[in-house]
């Protein structure tokens, strides 16, 4: 009886001290998005000694860009592998990125894409951009344009216009104008720059949408507030 009896207390208290962690490291996310790094470290640095995952992906974001805390490469590196094996796609993404740039580790490109892939995998959307990309760089536009698809659910503006390029350029995929543009202005109005760009470029020569110069003129105009250099060449050009 008594063995049930501490059985009990001690699932009470796992459950207890893992509602714990979760509220703490939610409060340290927040701190974190919010800039709050004095704050953010103070609650991921115990939580990561006691190896709560997601505070150990948090912490090795701070050391590898120096938020709130000296950077530190090889820091972050060694505090990324420990999460990324327990399946933290942030940590695999920063295990990509230091492998990919030689930042606190050798530079080693076949980890380096293993790491991103395993990241796309566990569902990290700039994992999915980035692979997405490095897909249509390399002309493999099958899987390029499965990535961006994938990406774009997920709310990544540039995956949008990503899936908007296949289409404008029948890359992987039937050349479909009206897909492109479709894809382009729902990337442009979540304020992507490129997305902005080419929407400009289509009304201007009227493809998958009549011709319309002055919608042209307007997402030309956002894309060169964003200092996108290809539309400030055409704004330059076009006041000449």
Do not use: C
Request: aromatic letters at 12%; zero cysteines.
């Amino acid at each position: 009886m008594k063995k049930n009896i501490l059985g009990i207390s001690l699932i009470l208290i796992l459950i207890f001290v893992t509602s714990l962690w979760a509220q703490n490291a939610e409060e340290g996310y927040q701190a974190l998005k919010n800039g709050d790094y004095k704050i953010a470290l103070n609650i991921f640095e115990p939580l990561a000694a006691q190896n709560h995952t997601g505070s150990q992906a948090a912490l090795a974001t701070m050391y590898y860009e120096g938020l709130g805390v000296q950077k530190n490469e090889k820091k972050a590196v060694a505090l990324a592998k420990k999460a990324a094996k327990k399946e933290s796609a942030l940590a695999q993404f920063i295990l990509y990125d230091a492998y990919e740039n030689g930042k606190g580790i050798a530079k080693d490109e076949d980890k380096a894409f293993d790491w991103l892939q395993t990241s796309a995998e566990n569902g990290y959307p700039q994992a999915q951009i980035t692979i997405a990309k490095m897909f249509f760089f390399k002309k493999d536009y099958y899987r390029s344009f499965n990535w961006a698809q994938i990406a774009a659910k997920r709310n990544v503006t540039n995956a949008m216009t990503l899936v908007g390029n296949h289409y404008a350029l029948g890359a992987g995929v039937p050349q479909n104008d009206a897909q492109a543009f479709q894809w382009y202005k729902k990337a442009a109005e979540s304020g992507d720059a490129e997305g902005q760009y080419w929407l400009a470029e289509m009304y201007f020569a009227g493809r998958g949408v009549p011709k319309d110069s002055v919608a042209g003129k307007k997402w030309m105009t956002e894309s060169a507030r964003q200092d996108f250099d290809l539309a400030k060449k055409w704004l330059k050009q076009s006041a000449k």
